[in-house]
C-alpha cells in the first residue's frame, strides 16, 4: 500500500512570495488533514476535510492561507503572501474514515519543510 | 488553551531502560489516544494507540498505561534500544461531534545511550 505523498519535500522563499504545496493521501481514504509543525512543537492543524468538503478549519490563518481537495482525493495547501513565522514544516495525513472503531488511524507523509528567508 | 499536556521534554536513558512518557488531557469527550514516532525528516508514524474503555495496552516493547478517572495516559519503551531514539508524540481525538480533531502534545524527545 502506498503511502500519502507530498511535494515538494523543501521549498525556501522569501517572505510576501507565493508558495503552494501538494498531497496524495492514501488510495481511499476519505479524511484528509494539513498540519504545521513548527520545531520543537507538535502538529497543529491547519485544515480537515472529508471527502471533498471542509470539516474543521477554524485555525487555519484564512487571510493568507487556502486549502481545496478537489473530487476529494488530492489536495493543495497555499500561502500568500507568506511570512517569517510561516517557517515550518507542512505535514498532509489522511485516515480511513474517522469516527468508526479501527479507522481512526491517521498515516502521515514526509512533511514539506518551508523555510520563509 | 493546550488540550494535551506532555511531559518531559527530553529524555535520555540508557540501553535496556524503560523510558516513560505522560500525558494529560481535560476534554473527558476524547476517545482514541495515539502515540506517534518521529524521525528526523520523517512524518510522525503511529506507534500504539487505545481506547478509553481498556486501561492498558502492550504491543512489542510499547505499553500504554491510560487513567480515565485522572485523564492521564502513559507510554513506557520496555528494554529501550539506540534505534528508538525519536521524538514521541501523545494525541487525544475528539468525538463525531466535535468533528473527530486531532490535538497533539508538544513532543518528548529520547535519546538512548549505547
Known amino acids: 500500500e502506498a503511502g500519502v505523498?507530498?511535494?515538494?519535500?523543501?521549498?525556501?522563499?522569501?517572505?510576501?512570495?507565493?508558495?503552494?504545496?501538494?498531497?496524495?493521501?492514501?488510495?481511499?481514504?476519505?479524511t484528509l488533514y494539513w498540519y504545521q509543525q513548527i520545531l520543537g512543537q507538535g502538529p497543529k492543524l491547519l485544515i480537515q476535510f472529508q471527502n471533498n468538503g471542509v470539516v474543521d478549519d477554524s485555525q487555519l490563518p484564512k487571510d493568507r492561507f487556502s486549502a481545496e481537495r478537489l473530487k476529494?482525493?488530492?489536495?493543495?495547501?497555499?500561502?500568500?503572501?507568506?511570512?517569517?513565522?510561516?517557517?515550518?514544516?507542512?505535514?498532509?495525513?489522511?485516515?480511513l474514515r474517522p469516527g468508526l472503531y479501527n479507522t481512526d488511524t491517521q498515516y502521515f507523509g514526509p512533511g514539506t519543510r518551508l523555510t520563509v528567508l | 488553551q493546550q488540550q494535551v499536556k506532555q511531559s518531559p521534554q527530553s529524555l535520555i536513558v540508557q540501553k535496556g531502560g524503560?523510558?516513560?512518557?505522560?500525558?494529560?488531557?481535560?476534554n473527558t469527550a476524547f476517545d482514541y489516544f495515539p502515540?506517534?514516532?518521529?524521525?528526523?525528516?520523517?512524518?510522525?508514524a503511529l506507534?500504539?494507540?487505545i481506547r478509553p474503555d481498556v486501561s492498558e495496552k502492550k504491543e512489542g516493547?510499547?505499553?500504554?498505561?491510560?487513567?480515565?478517572?485522572?485523564?492521564?495516559f502513559s507510554l513506557h519503551i520496555m528494554d529501550s534500544q539506540p534505534g528508538?531514539?525519536?521524538?514521541?508524540?501523545?494525541?487525544?481525538?475528539?468525538?463525531?461531534?466535535?468533528?473527530?480533531q486531532f490535538y497533539f502534545g508538544t513532543g518528548t524527545s529520547l535519546t538512548v545511550i549505547p
Open chain 2, 35 to 44: 502515540w506517534y514516532q518521529q524521525f528526523p525528516g520523517k512524518g510522525p
Open chain 1, 72 to 95: 476529494g482525493v488530492d489536495s493543495t495547501l497555499k500561502i500568500q503572501p507568506a511570512k517569517l513565522e510561516d517557517s515550518a514544516v507542512y505535514l498532509c495525513a489522511s485516515s
Open chain 2, 61 to 72: 516493547r510499547f505499553t500504554i498505561s491510560f487513567n480515565k478517572s485522572a485523564k492521564q
Open chain 1, 5 to 30: 505523498a507530498q511535494s515538494p519535500r523543501y521549498k525556501i522563499i522569501e517572505k510576501r512570495q507565493s508558495v503552494a504545496f501538494w498531497c496524495n493521501p492514501i488510495s481511499g481514504h476519505a
Open chain 2, 47 to 49: 506507534l500504539i494507540a
Open chain 2, 84 to 100: 528508538d531514539s525519536a521524538t514521541y508524540f501523545c494525541a487525544a481525538k475528539g468525538t463525531r461531534d466535535t468533528g473527530n
Open chain 2, 18 to 26: 524503560i523510558p516513560i512518557i505522560n500525558c494529560a488531557y481535560e
